[in-house]
């Protein structure tokens, strides 16, 4: 139904091939779905799975038949020569695209979390296809966005300082996690006459090289790889720098060499069929290097490999401009491990190199591009840590904040968010603070930076919630409970009062056992009811400890947060045995 | 004179002791309601001279009990519901559906027999 519709109205001679990779993709995911067992499946994903079809067709057909064409379609559909407006094609063709990959991602994101559910094997088998099939298809459609922004000259190129050698070895990183064949081994060769710190757009740099890596990677069965970076020419104010991207892979024939850097051209056309891709990946290094200022060339024969030669101008910096900020080097090595990350980003090469990284410090991260998806996210699990790309379509990294700090529930509310940007603006600890941004790191990051201060706040963090509970605590007796309201109240009676602190006691214990039925049963109203039935009573002994778990139990009863309910249900048992000997110690003082 | 009888709907054990003691000090006859359909059983034999319940309770709220005593049973007797602050809606709702009075958590004893006092003798005058 998707490609049949797809085939009838996005025939357009310039889309024809990423249509029909479109298309190719589209209908592996459908069948794919066919396949997919949904029986056994939680109908609960299975509807949000569903859901985000639903929306990924439903913005399709909308932006189909709903976008201005520049001609009625039935005189384009009959007259083969329309000439098309490139600069409007650019730029339908990049609005199309987003369009497409933000329920795409929806559906990535919901297949990553189907993932971590239980599966029989036949249904990890397909999962993994979906998980193929949607990842190219994403892989595509980011290509077609970035390269019609490109041609549209809506894409515009930042002057910011950064690290040359972060930069290379952060693409060297990610280079590696593409190649999946031992045969293959990759080396990196940096100038030692480079300057440190250079002006210029480190993310569009970062692109080049990647998507230059990037096909080496694909061409390259077994052999090498090569990097290298070097100074070419060094003048007043203005460096050259060279970047060779060597490979030993097949090498591309001398006469389609000429048409290699042409938009939509693959070498040969099986190539699109043997390697995959869209095939814009080189005329979109073209673009930027061409935007950019600099020059491309290369040099290649059939079975001897290829070399592709940048040379970029880039501005020096004055040393004074990148006084980076020196943590106090605590070297407290806390392990990561597990710590729930929740990641905004929209470029999708830094996703893929977040994820990698954050999977490697044993992390479990979960990135998105789409703010209201990852604030519904933030509801439903618990994060240690927000990474927040400054910078995104829709929502920006400044809007999540903002909703993240005002968000009703305490967990989400005060999670710490690392800012990621390219922007020095931010280097401001004041601004930081008023917008709600915990710390930021500046792009492109050194990883140990960012290791370190995620763990610094996440260490934080864990400390401060322990001291919350724990700060009451140190006190004697008295400063966990208060017998004398509830005794005034008895009118002096102590015989009231200790038949009232026996109906207490019951209470807690029928508390403790209905909460914990409750969590097993799922029940988060239940639990709510339940609470709601202490409250009074604790109130009334001042139990100011158990009081403030009763909180934070109601907040994450509210949300269904179950992890939550789990964590304060366990605080409740450490701390009530306590509450119980203060208890009988105050009453005896009576 | 005879002693007044009141029915008390409140599931927190503790809270419903307490409020019971204090009100039996002043010279009442109180007796206890685990939850609302308990109070609604009850009022089916005998009605009291006044009721106090509170609005959040399983089965049946405190909400319903006012429709159902009003409404259902039409009868005047004094009702005072006892509920958390942030129930303000509900509140205006059982008020607008004739309950007399309310009180909010966490609640003074005190407090509430000077209001229950006050709705036994209103109903006295009229």
Not at chain 1, 72 to 89: A, C, F, I, R
Not at chain 1, 361 to 390: A, R, S
Not at chain 1, 494 to 513: H, R, V
């Amino acid at each position: 139904m998707l490609a049949f519709l797809l085939k009838q109205t996005l025939k357009n001679e310039v889309l024809d091939l990423d249509t029909r990779e479109l298309l190719m993709h589209l209908s592996k995911l459908e069948n794919g779905l066919d396949r997919y067992s949904f029986t056994e499946l939680n109908t609960n994903e299975a509807n949000r799975l569903k859901k985000s079809f639903e929306s990924f067709k439903n913005g399709l057909e909308e932006k189909v038949f709903g976008m201005p064409t520049p001609e009625p379609v039935e005189v384009s559909l009959k007259n083969k020569k329309v000439k098309s407006k490139p600069l409007e094609d650019h730029s339908m063709i990049a609005k199309v695209s987003h369009e497409i990959r933000t329920p795409l991602n929806g559906i990535v994101g919901f297949i990553d979390l189907l993932k971590e559910t239980e599966l029989s094997p036949k249904q990890q088998e397909l999962i993994k296809a979906l998980d193929t099939a949607s990842g190219n298809l994403t892989d595509i459609i980011n290509e077609l966005l970035e390269f019609s922004k490109l041609a549209s000259g809506h894409e515009t190129f930042e002057n910011v300082p950064f690290n040359l050698k972060n930069l290379i070895t952060e693409v060297a990183f990610l280079c590696e996690t593409l190649i999946t064949d031992s045969q293959v081994e990759l080396s990196v060769h940096l100038d030692k006459n480079l300057p440190e710190q250079l002006l210029g757009d480190p993310s569009k740099l970062s692109q080049i090289l990647l998507n230059l890596l990037g096909n080496a990677v694909k061409f390259v069965e077994k052999g090498k790889i090569s990097l290298e970076a070097v100074l070419k020419s060094d003048q007043q104010n203005r460096v050259y720098v060279e970047f060779l991207v060597a490979d030993t892979g097949i090498g591309i024939a001398n006469d389609k060499l000429q048409r290699i850097f042409e938009s939509y051209k693959q070498a040969e056309d099986d190539t699109q069929l043997k390697y995959g891709g869209s095939g814009l990946g080189l005329s979109i290094v073209k673009e930027l290097v061409d935007r950019m200022d600099g020059l491309i060339a290369v040099k290649s024969a059939l079975g001897a490999g290829s070399t592709f030669k940048v040379t970029l101008p880039f501005e020096k910096t004055k040393k004074q401009d990148i006084a980076l900020p020196k943590r106090p080097g605590k070297s407290v090595p806390r392990s990561l491990k597990h710590a729930k990350i929740l990641v905004f980003e929209d470029n999708v090469l830094n996703q893929q190199l977040m994820e990698n990284r954050l999977k490697s410090w044993g992390c479990k991260p979960f990135i998105t591009d789409n703010g209201l998806y990852g604030l519904q996210l933030l509801e439903n699990h618990e994060f240690d840590l927000v990474l927040m790309d400054l910078r995104m379509p829709k929502m920006n990294g400044f809007q999540i904040t903002e909703c993240i700090r005002q968000n009703r529930h305490d967990h989400i509310r005060t999670v710490p968010i690392i800012a990621l940007t390219a922007d020095f603006s931010i280097a401001d600890k004041e601004y930081c603070k008023r917008i709600g941004i915990t710390d930021y790191i500046l792009k492109p990051y050194n990883a140990d930076e960012l290791q370190r201060t995620m763990q610094e706040l996440i260490a934080e963090r864990e400390k401060q919630s322990e001291r919350e509970i724990s700060q009451i605590n140190i006190g004697q007796a008295s400063a966990l409970i208060n017998l004398n309201l509830l005794y005034e109240e008895c009118m002096g009676e102590k015989d009231t009062l200790t038949e009232l602190i026996q109906l207490f006691k019951k209470n807690m214990y029928e508390f403790i056992g209905n909460v914990r039925m409750h969590l097993t049963n799922n029940d988060s109203r239940g639990i709510g009811f339940a609470v709601h039935k202490i409250k009074s009573s604790l109130k009334m002994l001042e139990a100011t400890t158990l009081a403030q778990i009763c909180s934070k139990l109601t907040e994450a009863s509210d949300a269904a947060a179950y992890e939550a309910l789990e964590k304060y249900y366990k605080q409740f048992l450490n701390e009530y045995p306590k509450v119980e000997e203060a208890i009988d110690i105050e009453l005896n003082k009576l | 004179m005879k002693p007044k009888n009141l029915l008390l709907a409140e599931d927190d054990p503790m809270l419903a002791s307490l409020l019971k003691f204090r009100l039996e000090k002043e010279g009442y006859t109180v007796t206890l309601m685990p939850d609302g359909k308990a109070v609604k059983e009850c009022l089916t034999t005998t009605l009291p001279d006044a009721i106090i319940s509170d609005v959040m309770m399983p089965y049946f709220s405190g909400i319903e009990l006012v429709d159902y005593l009003r409404n259902e049973l039409n009868s005047k007797i004094p009702i005072i519901l006892i509920s958390t602050a942030s129930n303000e809606e509900n509140i205006i709702n059982a008020l607008k559906m004739g309950a007399n009075d309310f009180l909010a958590k966490p609640i003074s004893p005190t407090e509430l027999l000077i209001r229950v006092n006050r709705e036994i003798e209103r109903q006295q005058i009229s």
